[in-house]
């Protein structure tokens, strides 16, 4: 047996209610090119009488240092990840949007979730891995410039890892989940479920054809059997989340909502759940 393949890094943000954690607004992280865990533990100290260990106080966790290789940090995914501000400047007659690293700029902790591809007896088996509570550092900045060909360069970030809050019948305080399937698809739904890990959906609004109408564009389009639903003044849902309740909306065709509103848009499968979602603000025909 042995790994053969290593995908989808996969975040969700860490909550903890006082007994039980649960993780929101989950988020894919790039593609994985590499990651480790290095575990930190105490030692042993046994007791020993009559030429033997008598008694052991076993080593216990004490926290660890998640490392992770991806393809790249986006800007969506640097300001997910390190909860850094976004601000707008002026740059001639055009409006940019900064990532700003400051003293506002404090990483939270995060449930990490990722999927490597194991091949025993001639089979493939996917073993999902959660690492409960990971906080992260700050990136290192590198580059190099391009030569007579390409060098590819990636992007690694390193996280503090440590012992979850969670103290229920089933975890006791646990620093790493497990979960081994015969699919890759299991293994997928199985982080997104834990690590509520919904797509993004691009979300845009302009005004429609009659006064108080507006068209809404979304992409990417819905998977087959899927269809779209919104909500006004409504957060993001959980993955999954069932959304019988919400509205059905075809994009690119006139709806009437008021201008200045903000709706949420759900891909929802064919049991109204939601598989992804994003917002915006409607801009609507005067």
């Not at 009437?256 to 759940?273: Q, R």
């Amino acid at each position: 047996m042995a790994i053969k393949g290593l995908t989808n890094p996969v975040f969700g943000e860490y909550n903890y209610n006082g007994n039980a954690v649960t993780y929101s607004n989950g988020f894919v992280c790039g593609k994985a090119v590499e990651y480790s865990f290095e575990p930190e533990t105490s030692d042993n100290n046994p007791l020993y009488g009559d030429d033997s260990i008598a008694e052991n106080d076993y080593g216990s966790f004490n926290g660890g240092t998640l490392t992770l290789n991806t393809t790249d940090l986006d800007a969506y995914t640097s300001r997910r990840l390190l909860k850094l501000k976004e601000v707008q400047v002026e740059v001639g007659e055009v409006q940019v949007t900064e990532l700003v690293k400051d003293d506002d700029a404090k990483p939270v902790p995060l449930g990490f979730g990722i999927i490597e591809r194991h091949q025993i007896n001639d089979a493939d088996k996917y073993r999902a891995v959660i690492l409960c509570k990971c906080t992260p550092n700050i990136p290192q900045e590198a580059a190099t410039t391009k030569g007579e060909s390409i060098e590819w360069q990636t992007k690694e970030i390193e996280f503090n890892a440590n012992r979850s809050d969670e103290n229920t019948a089933n975890y006791k305080h646990p620093w790493e989940r497990e979960a081994w399937f015969d699919t890759h698809a299991e293994a997928y739904e199985y982080l997104k479920t834990v690590l509520n890990v919904l797509g993004s959906l691009d979300v845009k609004s302009q005004a429609g054809t009659d006064s108080g109408d507006t068209v809404i564009i979304v992409t990417p389009a819905a998977a087959s059997g899927n269809s779209y639903v919104y909500k006004e003044n409504a957060g993001i849902p959980n993955y999954k989340q069932n959304l019988t309740s919400w509205t059905a909306i075809t994009p690119g065709e006139d709806i009437a909502i008021t201008d200045g509103t903000e709706i949420c848009v759900a891909e929802v499968d064919a049991s109204k759940k939601a598989v992804s979602a994003g917002t915006v603000t409607v801009v609507a025909k005067e």
